[in-house]
């Protein structure tokens, strides 16, 4: 009891107990470098040239969103994904005064398997703080273990398409995939790697990751990528690209 209420009170704090997940899956990469995301986007994009990304819960494009201003900055073509309404609605206002930027209200998942997600009540915000806005999940435990009210929590019905379905859906070369679903994003890293045959630069959020899911994904990752550790996210680039990078990575 005493543990639940302490997790309740972080979460309202804007922090969090560190997820059992985090301990485990670092042990499974070889290389565990710790660098700001935002040299490594810069370096990223200057190296590299960035004609389309791709960015799976992209939220309402500003809150806590660390490739909002490098999509401003260097204007490539954008494809941004949320599956729920509020914060579609506002991440379309937060965009729109730019160019070349598509909106799709989908969920990501594998072969359909998410019909819902569980979010906060729109009504019920205001008692935590800004960063559990940015939080939804297929999963209600997950909300909660973030120190939100069970009570709080509702779901939304959303339509999903596979990540291979999305890349698919525009003829140009996805260049770089950033993806933050909270827990979901092994399974849709390991969909793209089993599925298609177009490895871009991939940015993922990993430590909700459960840990049988883990080390298959570090498995087939290894085969095309240099895997990367930055705080909560892996970077993965492709073996076959030289990013000159102005801090050592190798």
Known sequence: MQFKFLKKIIGILGY????????????????????????????IFKSQKINQLIQIGANDGKRFDEINKYIKK???????VEPIQLYFKQLKENYKNHKNIIFEKLAISVDGE????FKVKESKLKYYDEHIKGITSFDKRHLEKHGVNSSHIEKENVESITIVEL??????KVDLLIIDAEGY???????LLQK????????FEFIHIKNQIFENLIDQLKKKYSIYVLNE??????????????????
């Not at 107990?17 to 370096?43: A, C, G, P, W, Y």
């Not at 260097?74 to 941004?80: A, D």
């Not at 890349?167 to 140009?172: G, R, T, V, W």
Request: overall charge positive.
């Open 16 to 43: 969090k107990l560190v997820d059992k997940n985090l301990v485990k899956n670092n042990r499974l990469i070889d290389k565990n470098n710790f660098f700001s995301i935002n040299t490594i986007l810069e370096e």
């Open 74 to 80: 260097y204007s490539p073509h954008c494809v941004l």
């Open 114 to 117: 998410i019909q819902y997600l």
């Open 167 to 172: 890349i698919n859906k525009y003829e140009k």
């Open 185 to 191: 994003d092994g399974k849709i890293v390991l969909d």
């Open 196 to 203: 298609s045959e177009k490895f871009p630069i991939i940015i």
């Open 233 to 250: 996210n892996l970077i993965c680039i492709p073996k076959e690209k030289k990013i000159k990078l102005s801090i050592d990575i190798n």
